[in-house]
């Protein structure tokens, strides 16, 4: 499986779905709580331009937010980026 990051907060809704919509799929991620370090939001801005959570990474590529990623899924884009190592 490749290494899957998102940016998020537990509170977030958007962050919870997108959560979900990985761990449905048997994905393993790390999160990284913005939150909990606050300095998080200044790396999100580099490397995404976006001041938003969730932000999500598959293998070093910026998938983008919960949006993003359900739409990967509905386009059946994101089964097969789940499986490249």
Known sequence: M?????YAF???PYC??????LDRKGAVYTVLDVER???LWLE???????NT?????IADRHI???DDLVALDQRGELDPL????
Do not use: S, W, Y
């Open 16 to 21: 919870q779905r997108a959560r979900a919509l």
């Open 64 to 66: 983008g937010g919960c």
């Open 10 to 12: 537990d509170a977030c």
């Open 2 to 6: 490749p290494n899957i990051i998102m």
């Open 53 to 57: 959570v969730p932000q999500i990474f």
């Open 37 to 39: 370090d606050p300095r």
């Open 82 to 85: 789940l499986k490249t190592p």
């Open 44 to 50: 999100i801005a580099e490397r995404t331009g976006r």
